[in-house]
């Protein structure tokens, strides 16, 4: 006990010597506001559980060890047991954690019972708590505990895991739940955390603290995110011997698209390497900016990672980083690409959450994953800021689900164990309701292509859209043209308001070079989709309407049939289902002219 004192005291002296007054944190240079605040809401009441979900790349871990030393040094607590999704993040707390003068051991495995007498705790991952809680129950109650819940969301992620962490640390002292994304696309309780009725009877997680990525933005502590969104014709062979095609964004089924974003994502096609081309560019104009600016693309399987890491080499003559299993090999691959200034990284999956490389600037998410849980933790990886006016650029198909979940990067969302009766009258924010689906359609489409594998055929790129902060700009265009290359070639370096006012200089530019353009022969530009039946074109546009209504609705807090009522007040017209073309179109113009016009 007197060693744990020791190390407790040892620990305390990175804090000011009025720890924990509220002058004292205000006044301490390593800690932002949201820490303080967090830090001062937990020490007025020292609750047994506490839950902070902060945005990823807000520094949670910092907090937590932070408030780690402090209960080491007062002595409610002697021993840390932090709990993380991954090998490489058991590795990345205990450097963290030694830096502040609490030795823990990442390499404690179940069999060996105790961790040693020097360390003053252990890494665990959740799967190690699973497999045997008992030994954990065991290191947990043989002392004042502070367990550290990592993400703790992946407390929910099978039966065994929920049932595991709770016999482990039900009897731990005290009990912190950290999470950049505190909700599950499914209804399995998070352990610990404490769920209350919503005003519409819907039980959804609460936490302690909560620091979402708008504020995080607005305080300069991440990145705005720029998505850089590309479309383009697809065909494929089914297992029947039948060619199909269809395009990114098209209205189509989802496993029509989900097969055409399978064939996109095909190394074998010109969809991949031009889109990682175009990624590499924009890398170049940030690098001008942040000269160690590194790129990180995020593949599916094995197979193709190595795929696109020999496409880059090819591109850029420079072997990237590959990463492809959460190893201890993989852990030092990770740490030196984050420690070197060289330009790519791929991996599968595993560096999608938790993984600390302040230097990830520019995205290519090529996978297939899309829930909003996965795709939260992606966009994670290259929001944290280290200086004021860095930007972070995210390439990605043109594929429904993807562009909604780019359009609510700053919506907060918490972790619902019911779903209302009314979730398909129309009138349900269908965000929520792709919380509720995602994993249940991703897994139905994913198993429809197990049993009807297909051939890649042919894939063509074209640039689409531009989306940041719910706004989309941009005309589409051919890739390599100039309009794709107004957006590619936007600073590094700027402020959100310079982002937003020059995304939208660019819009106005290439609209005004669209006008009048005309055909290779000589006769003006035919409208597209003109031999389309009505009913395609209208169902389309009612399905526009509605996501640019959803988009609103967050923005403005209003429900969605009091934008629709004020969207028919001001156009015109009768309900979207009885609406002509152009009455929808007009309630489209006025929305993407407030939704644009928003600052």
């Known amino acids: 006990m007197q060693q744990a004192e020791n190390a407790g005291n040892a620990a305390a002296e990175h804090l000011s010597p009025a720890f924990p007054e509220r002058a004292a944190w205000g006044t301490a240079s390593k800690l932002r506001a949201w820490q303080v605040e967090a830090l001062t809401k937990y020490f007025e009441t020292e609750p047994r559980d506490f839950l902070a979900a902060a945005t990823p790349g807000a520094g949670k871990t910092t907090f937590a060890l932070r408030l780690a030393t402090e209960l080491l040094a007062r002595g409610t607590v002697d021993r840390i047991v932090v709990v993380a999704p991954t090998e490489h993040l058991k590795r990345q707390w205990a450097d963290s954690a030694d830096r502040v003068g609490i030795r823990i051991d990442p390499m404690f495995k179940n069999g060996d019972g105790m961790y040693g007498r020097h360390y003053q705790g252990v890494a665990i991952t959740y799967a190690q708590v699973g497999m045997n809680p008992e030994v ?68 959804t997680s609460i936490s302690d603290y909560n620091y979402g990525y708008g504020r995080a933005l607005k305080d300069g502590v991440v990145r705005p995110v720029l998505f850089m969104a590309y479309a383009g014709r697809m065909r494929w062979k089914t297992r029947m011997g039948d060619e199909m095609s269809a395009s990114l964004g098209e209205q189509v089924t989802k496993d029509i698209t989900a097969q055409a974003w399978r064939t996109a994502l095909s190394p074998e096609g010109e969809w991949m390497p031009a889109v990682l081309s175009a990624a ?181 790129a074209s640039f689409d859209r531009v989306l940041y902060d719910g706004g989309e700009f941009g005309t589409g265009g051919e890739v390599g043209s100039l309009e794709e290359l107004d957006f590619i070639g936007i600073p590094g370096l700027l402020e959100p308001d310079q982002v937003r006012d020059l995304l939208r200089a660019r819009q106005a530019t290439q609209a005004k070079r669209s006008k009048g353009r005309t055909a290779k022969d000589g006769l003006p530009k035919p409208k597209e989709d003109v031999d389309r039946p009505m009913y395609q074109t209208i169902k389309e546009q009612r399905t526009e309407l509605a996501r640019l209504v959803s988009i609103w609705s967050r923005h403005s807090n209003e429900p969605h049939g009091a934008i629709h009522a004020e969207l028919r007040r001001i156009s015109g017209g009768p309900a979207v289902a009885q609406a002509s073309i152009e009455q929808i179109q007009k309630r489209i113009d006025v929305l993407r002219s407030r939704i644009g016009g928003r600052r």
């Not at 994304?181 to 309780?189: G, L, M, Q, V, Y």
């Not at 780019?406 to 972790?415: G, I």
């Open 280 to 460: 590499d560019k924009r890398l170049t104009e940030v690098r001008r900016g942040v000269p160690d600016a590194g790129g990180l693309v995020i593949a599916t399987d094995t197979t193709t990672a190595r795929a696109y890491a020999r496409i880059l080499q090819q591109i850029t003559g420079e072997r990237p980083t590959v990463v492809l299993s959460d190893e201890a090999a993989a852990s030092s691959r990770i740490q030196a690409y984050a420690e070197d200034t060289s330009r790519w990284m791929v991996a599968v999956r595993m560096v999608s959450e938790g993984v600390d490389v302040p230097r990830l600037c520019v995205g290519v998410y090529a996978t297939s994953a899309s829930t909003p849980l996965f795709f939260a933790q992606v966009i994670g990886r290259f929001v944290r800021a280290r200086r004021r006016g860095e930007t972070a650029s995210v390439f990605l198909p043109s594929v429904p689900n993807l562009m909604a979940l780019a359009a609510s990067l700053e919506l907060e969302r918490d972790h619902a164990l019911d779903r209302p009766k009314d979730a398909d009258d129309g009138m349900y924010n269908p965000e929520d309701a792709m919380v509720a689906e995602a994993n249940k359609e991703d897994r139905a489409s994913e198993s429809l292509l197990e049993v009807q594998p297909f051939e890649a055929l042919d894939s063509q």
């Open 136 to 203: 954990h129950q065991k290191i947990t109650e043989g002392g004042r505990t502070l367990v550290i819940l990592d993400e703790v969301h992946h407390g929910g992620d099978a039966l065994t895991w929920g049932d595991g962490i709770r016999e482990a640390f039900t009897k731990a002292t005290r009990r912190l739940s950290l999470s950049g994304t505190p909700f599950r696309s499914d209804t399995s309780p998070i352990p610990f955390v404490q769920y209350a009725p919503d005003e519409q009877g819907i039980r």
